[in-house]
């Protein structure tokens, strides 16, 4: 039995602070089997994405480990530089053995400026050329859709500059949402801790 | 440039006979230039020409979709795309509620049916600078948003209750000849969370944004447009999965000119 908050009541009746009638518990999530994704899950969208390596891929194509997922753009000056810098420093506090089961993923908000080569150019500019980097260059409404998964705001505000939230997201292997970070620079220790939490299981 | 509009528009009619069934009628939008209100860095926007839908998407056209991708049906719809309020009125999957009618605006569908319903119609939903665009006429002016009563009008709305029930066509046809911008549903646009008021809503900015919280008006470039600014506001606060019960859509389409 369920009312205030997480609070809960082993009797039903009704709750001693909101007076309102307590309802059965009901389980959140069902178990689901390996190869289901849940109703939560980035991989319902059936989206086809470029890779900085010229491969297509869907979203699905990365199940299977937990995924660091940020959205930027090459040709910023401001912010991108250091979300980028974030994402390689929370790769930096990241053991060895952690890393093979995480996919870093930077998803470009400026599709045509952002084609595969110049994805792989600035991947290698940036020291984030190995296997656990992933850049990905959608459609325009594959990249709207995908930042209102995220709810990640961005608007162009010039031919070549667009003004967007600063978040990065992690995923679960079966593409659920566990956590987001918001902001430049910010503590990321609960983003680690929630990567150790997911790649160590 | 007339005669290729002409020509444009008898293209995109004959498309329109062929394409799927319970397409709304559309009028064309002749593009233009005007200034938001939060604009690019250079204040001005330009609106290429375009189609609008003539009346927001009905209960019926939204039925019918359902009925034709059951994936968008209240007890298929995956939870990413659509929060516990989707459809929320509906008796069933594929009936209305009791008090709906078939003929008043779609409301409670979230951004990705929306844009889901525009797409299988060979459409998109509109920008918010098309919305804002062809929503700053009145009856006989492209832009009355000087107008005293233009602004009345619409804030006198915002002040009735449920005016979602009400059908389509309820409130006027416009200079462009659309109807019901004002005054019966709010409406999705394709990038509502590109409204970054003050630059960023949310925390992460370097301006004073969370010492006073009407510090979003400053940067409007007229602060008399408060209409306006509640629908900026509103966008910005939606997430893509939301179903709101005062909520509706209509859709566009580009006006491709032939080669």
Same mark, same amino acid.
């Given at each position: 039995? /369920?009312?205030?908050?997480? /609070?809960?009541?082993?009797?039903?009746?009704?709750? $001693?602070?909101?007076?309102? #009638?307590?309802? $059965?518990? !009901?389980?959140?999530?069902?178990?689901?089997?390996n190869n289901e994704i849940s109703e939560e899950s980035i991989f319902n969208l059936t989206t086809k994405?470029?890779?900085?390596?010229?491969?297509?891929? !869907?979203?699905?194509?990365?199940?299977?480990?937990?995924?660091?997922?940020?959205?930027?753009?090459?040709?910023c000056k401001a912010a991108c530089p250091r979300l980028v810098a974030d994402m390689r420093n929370i790769e930096a506090k990241i053991p060895k053995e952690n890393l093979k089961n995480l996919q870093f993923v930077l998803v470009s908000i400026d599709p045509e400026t952002d084609t595969p080569q110049r994805l792989k150019a600035f991947a290698k500019e940036n020291f984030m050329d190995g296997e656990q980097w992933t850049f990905l260059q959608g459609t325009t409404s594959s990249?709207?859709?995908?930042?209102?998964?995220l709810a990640?705001?961005?608007? !162009?505000?010039? $031919?070549? #500059?667009?003004?967007?939230s600063n978040i990065i997201s992690v995923f679960n292997s079966?593409?659920?949402?566990?956590? !987001?970070q918001e902001g430049l620079g910010v503590d990321n220790k609960e983003t680690i801790q929630t990567i150790l939490d997911l790649t160590s299981k | 440039m007339q005669t290729i509009l002409r020509l444009a528009t008898r293209i995109l009619f004959i498309s329109y006979l062929s394409t799927t069934y319970c397409q709304s009628e559309m009028v064309p939008i002749k593009g233009g230039t005007y200034t938001p209100l939060y604009g690019r860095d250079s204040l001005q926007v330009t609106i290429s020409d375009f189609q609008m839908d003539v009346y927001p998407v009905t209960n019926k056209a939204f039925l019918e979709f359902v009925k034709k991708y059951p994936k968008w049906q209240r007890s298929q719809v995956k939870k990413i795309f659509a929060d516990g309020n989707y459809l929320i009125g509906w008796t069933s999957d594929t009936e209305l509620g009791k008090k709906q009618s078939v003929n008043a605006p779609i409301?409670?569908?979230s951004w990705f049916a929306a844009s889901n319903y525009c797409e299988c119609q060979g459409k998109r939903l509109p920008t918010i600078d098309e919305w804002e665009y062809v929503a700053m006429a009145n009856k006989t002016m492209p832009d009355a948003r000087q107008l005293e009563d233009y602004n009345k009008y619409i804030l006198g709305w915002y002040e009735k209750p449920k005016t979602f029930n009400n059908e389509v066509? =309820?409130?006027?046809?416009? =200079?462009?000849?659309? =109807?019901?911008?004002?005054? *019966?549903?709010?409406?999705?646009? *394709?990038?509502?969370?590109?409204?970054?008021?003050?630059?960023?809503?949310?925390k992460d900015v370097d301006n004073d944004s969370n010492l006073f919280c009407g510090s979003a008006a400053i940067g409007a470039t007229d602060l008399m447009n408060y209409a306006a600014f509640m629908r900026y506001a509103?966008?910005?606060? *939606?997430?893509?999965? =939301?179903?709101?019960?005062? *909520?509706?859509?209509?859709?566009?389409?580009?006006i491709i000119e032939e080669q």
């Amino acid at each position: 039995m /369920k009312c205030e908050g997480k /609070k809960t009541y082993n009797h039903s009746g009704s709750c $001693p602070v909101c007076k309102m #009638d307590l309802k $059965p518990v !009901q389980k959140s999530t069902k178990e689901l089997s390996n190869n289901e994704i849940s109703e939560e899950s980035i991989f319902n969208l059936t989206t086809k994405w470029n890779t900085e390596e010229g491969e297509t891929i !869907q979203l699905e194509d990365l199940k299977g480990k937990t995924l660091v997922i940020v959205m930027i753009y090459t040709t910023c000056k401001a912010a991108c530089p250091r979300l980028v810098a974030d994402m390689r420093n929370i790769e930096a506090k990241i053991p060895k053995e952690n890393l093979k089961n995480l996919q870093f993923v930077l998803v470009s908000i400026d599709p045509e400026t952002d084609t595969p080569q110049r994805l792989k150019a600035f991947a290698k500019e940036n020291f984030m050329d190995g296997e656990q980097w992933t850049f990905l260059q959608g459609t325009t409404s594959s990249v709207r859709e995908f930042a209102n998964v995220l709810a990640v705001k961005y608007k !162009q505000i010039s $031919p070549m #500059d667009f003004s967007h939230s600063n978040i990065i997201s992690v995923f679960n292997s079966g593409g659920e949402l566990m956590h !987001q970070q918001e902001g430049l620079g910010v503590d990321n220790k609960e983003t680690i801790q929630t990567i150790l939490d997911l790649t160590s299981k | 440039m007339q005669t290729i509009l002409r020509l444009a528009t008898r293209i995109l009619f004959i498309s329109y006979l062929s394409t799927t069934y319970c397409q709304s009628e559309m009028v064309p939008i002749k593009g233009g230039t005007y200034t938001p209100l939060y604009g690019r860095d250079s204040l001005q926007v330009t609106i290429s020409d375009f189609q609008m839908d003539v009346y927001p998407v009905t209960n019926k056209a939204f039925l019918e979709f359902v009925k034709k991708y059951p994936k968008w049906q209240r007890s298929q719809v995956k939870k990413i795309f659509a929060d516990g309020n989707y459809l929320i009125g509906w008796t069933s999957d594929t009936e209305l509620g009791k008090k709906q009618s078939v003929n008043a605006p779609i409301t409670s569908i979230s951004w990705f049916a929306a844009s889901n319903y525009c797409e299988c119609q060979g459409k998109r939903l509109p920008t918010i600078d098309e919305w804002e665009y062809v929503a700053m006429a009145n009856k006989t002016m492209p832009d009355a948003r000087q107008l005293e009563d233009y602004n009345k009008y619409i804030l006198g709305w915002y002040e009735k209750p449920k005016t979602f029930n009400n059908e389509v066509g =309820y409130t006027f046809k416009n =200079y462009w000849g659309v =109807y019901d911008l004002h005054g *019966l549903v709010w409406e999705w646009t *394709l990038d509502f969370n590109s409204v970054l008021v003050s630059g960023e809503s949310r925390k992460d900015v370097d301006n004073d944004s969370n010492l006073f919280c009407g510090s979003a008006a400053i940067g409007a470039t007229d602060l008399m447009n408060y209409a306006a600014f509640m629908r900026y506001a509103t966008r910005g606060s *939606l997430k893509a999965k =939301y179903a709101m019960k005062n *909520l509706g859509f209509r859709c566009v389409k580009d006006i491709i000119e032939e080669q």
